[in-house]
C-alpha cells in the first residue's frame, strides 16, 4: 500500500522519474517536428516540438496534449499529424512573436 502512495504522491525514488524516450524528427516546410513521446502507465502521452531556425536562433514550439496510445508509433504518428496540423493553423503567426520557447 505504501508503494501505490508513493509512486502517486512522487515519492519513491528513480520509479518517480519520467523514462526517456528517443525523439524521432520530420522536415516540414521550413519546420522541423520533434516527436517525443511519454510514457505513461504502460500508455504513450502525445507530445512534441515544432521547432524554425532563426539565423543562429532555433525557435521552439512545444506541445502536450491529453491523448494517449498504448503504441509508440501510433503516439510518433499522431504526433507529426497534430503538428502538421498547429503549423498549418497558425501560419507565420507561429513564430510571430520571436519568443526563443513557448508552448502552444
Known amino acids: ?7 502517486l ?24 517536428l520533434v516527436a517525443a513521446p511519454i510514457p505513461e502507465g504502460g500508455q504513450y502521452r502525445l507530445a512534441g516540438r515544432i521547432e524554425k531556425r532563426d539565423g543562429d ?8 496534449r491529453a491523448d494517449l496510445f498504448s503504441s509508440r508509433d501510433d503516439t510518433v504518428a499522431a504526433t507529426f499529424r497534430k503538428a502538421r496540423q498547429i503549423a498549418d493553423q497558425n501560419g507565420g503567426a507561429l513564430f510571430a512573436d520571436g519568443a526563443e520557447s513557448r508552448q502552444v
Do not use: C, H, W
Not at 526517456?20 to 519546420?31: F, P, Q, R
Not at 536562433?57 to 502536450?64: E, M, N, P, Y
Open 9 to 32: 504522491f512522487g515519492r519513491g525514488g528513480d520509479s518517480a522519474a519520467p523514462a526517456k524516450v528517443a525523439e524521432e524528427t520530420e522536415a516540414y516546410n521550413d519546420l522541423t
Open 57 to 64: 536562433r532555433v525557435l521552439t514550439r512545444s506541445f502536450i
Open 1 to 7: 500500500m505504501a508503494s501505490f502512495f508513493s509512486k
